[in-house]
């Protein structure tokens, strides 16, 4: 039997009851029918790897299960809230210094910040990396990477709007 037809077996044996599990963990209809089809989406492209058919079922269930725990770790990662609700959270920048500045006068400006705000900022924002790999990368604490990529920010928006003194960041400021 064909490789195509394998897998139009396999997706009719299994299909209903791995999206019932599926449904039954996410409690939701279309992130059941997302997490079976990436479950079969795995097995087209991994299930030739598995020897014994008879434990396609079980590869099935236990690849939608991890599936829907590594969304939910995601959704704790990065979780989705409406723009109005986080609207207070987000920083007030006026529209004409957003049409000003380009990447050049950005990363300019992202120059004047010492050392300690700077590397963290570019990781995070630039690199897309996560705040534990970035404590990583620069040997300090979490809480540190935390702190200094909300002074980061901070100072960083107060050199954009043209409020803050580039001499002042190495005076009085803590490196912690």
């Known amino acids: 039997m064909s490789p195509d037809r394998d897998f139009e ?3 009719a044996k299994y299909y209903r009851d791995l999206y019932r599990f599926a449904y039954s963990l996410a ?3 279309s992130d059941a029918s997302d997490l079976t089809q990436q479950t079969f989406y795995l ?3 991994k299930g ?3 020897r014994n058919a008879a434990s396609a079922r079980s590869w099935l269930f236990t690849t939608l299960h991890r599936e829907f725990l590594q969304s939910r770790r995601r959704l704790l990662r990065f979780p989705h809230h409406e723009l109005e609700e986080m609207a207070a959270e987000l920083p007030q920048i006026e529209p ?3 049409q000003k500045i380009d990447a050049a006068a950005l990363l300019g ?3 004047q910040l010492e050392v300690h705000l700077r590397a963290p900022l570019i990781l995070f924002y630039m690199q897309d990396l ?3 790999e970035i404590a990583e990368i620069l040997e300090v604490p979490l809480g540190t990477v935390q702190s200094r990529i909300a002074r980061g920010k901070a100072r960083l928006f107060e050199l954009l709007k043209g409020t803050g003194d580039p001499s002042r960041e190495g005076k009085g400021a803590a490196h912690g």
Request: proline share 5%.
């Open 43 to 45: 097995w087209a492209a």
């Open 96 to 98: 004409e210094l957003a």
């Open 109 to 111: 400006i992202l120059a």
């Open 48 to 50: 030739s790897q598995i």
């Open 130 to 132: 996560p705040y534990k």
């Open 9 to 11: 077996n396999l997706a």
């Open 27 to 29: 409690n939701s209809e």
